[in-house]
């Protein structure tokens, strides 16, 4: 089951896709509706069935009237944080062989010799998949912002004028309401463009959070249910109606270092993590940018990410911010 929340008649709602050119809308949004399912412990499949309305909707429509909103968002826009972790995959079938041979060259270097990213990535491939029942590795963490930092699918990626870079990360996003109690309730998956600037981080990895700071975006569908353990995408970046760059991307459990579980058990293990109605957005991680073909992106550029079992592509323009100075507190 799949489903996009919309603007209607003024208000946010979801609506469960029935084909490429329906929707089907329900009485509310995806996050009252996943309330609801933690509030009386039904599946949310079953809630979602018991709130469907007899109203259908264009869906392309909705695509052409930019009224696509992201799949799951959060009333109050401070209550949704954005967060992700990265090293996490292994790579792609084509540099599989190289990342072979690269740990076995690695296996002939001391640990001080390591690199503090290739040590980081050898911690999650030997722990990062833990028994039942034990704690995995703990993976990188990065925090991108709150509920402002999302834009919605269709709609411009802001770069900031300061920005080295402005370049895709097209990834799976776990999406998460808080329940009353503090338990983390997985809403479903999304495809997501994690958005970082590459030139920063490749400076120097302690400039890896203000790499992060920046603007994303996930949806247009929300995957629910459970996810496949291989799943095959394509990444593309479309300049003046023609196709720039193109390259498939894998991702899923099987193509991973880390469970997903992992991955979940390290962030919701802080207790600020765990606030009693709050939306959770945590990016779990890509192998492959068009940074590292050498790609620079500019304003127009549109960022295309599709996997087949998310239904639409996630697709986004860039838009180049003019500078905003800091206000200097002095001088108030």
């Known amino acids: 089951m799949r489903l996009i929340q919309c603007e209607h008649q003024g208000q946010v709602r979801a609506a469960r896709v029935e084909s490429d050119q329906q929707v089907r809308l329900l009485e509310c949004d995806t996050y009252t509706l996943a309330k609801r399912a933690i509030h009386t412990g039904k599946p949310l499949s079953d809630t979602i069935e018991a709130a469907l309305t007899d109203t259908r909707l264009d869906y392309q429509a909705l ?12 009333p109050d826009p401070a209550h949704c944080l954005v967060t992700g972790t990265g090293l996490t995959h292994l790579g792609s079938a084509d540099t599989r062989s ?56 269709e709609a411009e990626l802001p770069s900031p004028a300061f920005a080295e870079d402005a370049g895709e990360e097209p990834e799976l996003a776990g999406l998460y309401v808080i329940g009353d109690d503090g338990s983390p309730w997985r809403v479903g998956y999304a495809l997501g ?11 120097n990895y302690l400039w890896l959070a203000h790499s992060k700071l920046r603007a994303c975006s996930f949806g247009p569908e929300l995957l629910i249910g459970e996810l496949p353990a291989h799943l095959e995408g394509t990444s593309r970046i479309v300049r003046d109606g023609q196709t720039l760059w193109e390259k498939p991307f894998l991702t899923g459990e099987a193509n991973m270092a880390h469970s997903l579980a992992n991955l979940e058990h390290h962030h919701f293990k802080y207790p600020g993590f765990r606030r009693p109605g709050d939306v ?42 003019a500078a905003t100075p800091a206000i200097d507190i002095q001088s108030l």
């Not at 695509?63 to 959060?74: A, E, G, I, M, N």
């Not at 990342?99 to 980081?120: G, N, P, Y």
């Open 193 to 203: 463009n994690e958005f970082s600037d590459h030139v920063t981080e490749r400076f």
């Open 98 to 153: 190289a990342m072979h041979a690269q740990s076995q060259q690695q296996a002939q270097v001391s640990e001080e010799e390591l690199t503090d990213s290739m040590r980081m990535f050898k911690l999650g491939v030997e722990g990062g998949k833990p028994a039942a029942g034990e704690q995995g590795a703990q993976p990188e963490w990065f925090y991108k912002g709150d509920g402002q930092c999302v834009v919605a699918p």
């Open 63 to 74: 695509v052409d009237d930019k009224r696509l909103l992201p799949p799951l968002t959060h």
């Open 280 to 321: 959770h957005v945590h990016f779990f991680g890509t192998a492959t940018l068009s940074f590292a073909d050498g790609i620079e992106t500019r304003e127009g550029d549109r960022f295309e990410i599709r996997i087949s079992e998310f239904g639409r592509p996630l697709r986004n323009p860039l838009r180049l911010v």
